[in-house]
């Protein structure tokens, strides 16, 4: 038996465990942020990022790997489907995860009223706002026209209704317009004069939904909503979410990740904010121990028979290779190391 072969018998008997039990004791000795120094790791991916930024096939080449992706993850299969009927994202998490979450989401929550208003302050949503109002109070108005040119009916039942919450109230004054408008107006006349009430009061509408989504009386009914949106996920069949993902132009996307990888690639400071980040989010744990932050987890004992399982096991097949086998002779010998 050679030199070689002798010392792999040996590390097989036993030592290569032992090597494994020694270098992962270093390493939970280590500090967090010597494991793998901010610098180090900024100025590798800002070169990972220049690099992919500079191939000129870059957008074509990315469009490839995602319709690759989409046909691996969301495509339909032979038989017109993706995933089975029935199955949901529930069936694949356990529910020591889904109910601690839900209870989670559930409980009482009270955005701040500026905050929601700036959310809902946006055009999309004051064309919907005014689009279902409109829709709702001409429909509203035609169907109290069928019911007597003057609209005295209605004028009569505007005139009893119960006080409407403030913000809200400009909307039976709204009522009140439309009928007065209805006997003596055209068709078009009449949306026409819809749609200006409308536009003056979608700010107060607004405003109003904001006063609700914050109000705190509302905080256990929206906590429910909350949990009911999770629910809606976790139960809706992932076909129907594999249906939507395919609607996703992957021409497009790859564009905006081209794009977003140019521009970042251009940044003079790419390296420095890459380093500035990583410091930032290694700041609470950067000064203690691997071992340490497992062991507040629970996680020591797990985390190294798992990696000490792989580095025996994986080095088994290394071991017996033939370039390994080539590399320690020449390391027992009087070769120079290559490069």
């Known amino acids: 038996m050679s030199d070689p072969e002798r010392l792999v018998a040996r590390l097989e008997q036993g030592w290569l465990g032992a090597l494994a039990d020694l270098c992962l004791d270093e390493v939970l000795a280590r500090r967090a942020g ?14 990972g990022i220049r690099q992919a930024a500079a191939r000129p096939d870059l957008r074509p080449w990315l469009a490839e790997r995602l319709v690759a992706l989409r046909s691996r993850s969301l495509d ?4 017109g489907r993706r995933f089975p009927r029935g199955d949901t994202l529930r069936g694949h998490l356990p529910a020591e995860l889904t109910d601690p979450l839900e209870r ?36 509203f108005a035609r169907k109290m026209r ?6 005295s009916l209605l004028k009569a039942g505007l005139g009893r209704a119960a006080r409407l919450p403030p913000g809200l109230s400009r909307l039976r004054s709204i009522g009140s317009d439309v009928v007065s408008a209805v006997g003596s107006e055209l068709e078009y006349q009449l949306e026409q004069r819809v749609s200006e009430h409308v536009s003056q009061a979608i700010s107060a509408v607004l405003g109003q939904v904001a006063t609700l989504l914050s109000a705190p009386e509302r905080a256990a009914t929206m906590g429910d909503w909350r949990a009911y949106g999770l629910r809606v996920v976790l139960d809706t069949e992932l076909e129907a979410f594999a249906a939507e993902g395919r609607k ?18 251009r940044h003079p400071d790419l390296e420095a904010r890459i380093e500035a980040g990583a410091l930032d ?6 000064d203690r121990t691997l071992g340490s932050l497992l062991d507040d987890a629970g996680l020591r004992g797990a985390w190294r028979d798992a990696w000490r399982e792989a580095v025996v096991t994986g080095a088994g097949p290394i071991l017996r290779s033939p370039g390994f086998q080539a590399w320690l002779a020449g390391w027992l010998g009087d070769e120079q190391p290559p490069g």
């Open 34 to 47: 010597d494991l793998l120094p901010a610098s180090v790791l900024a100025r590798h991916l800002a070169a």
């Open 76 to 79: 339909p299969g032979p038989g």
């Open 104 to 139: 989670l989401l559930a409980e009482p929550y009270l955005p701040d009223r500026a905050l929601v208003l700036r959310l809902l302050d946006h055009d999309a949503m004051h064309t919907l706002i005014q689009e279902v109002l409109q829709a709702a109070l001409v429909h």
């Open 146 to 151: 069928s019911l007597g040119p003057d609209g």
């Open 248 to 265: 996703l132009d992957p021409a497009l996307a790859a564009r905006a990740l081209a794009d977003g990888l140019t521009a970042l690639a």
């Open 281 to 286: 989010a290694l700041a609470p744990w950067a």
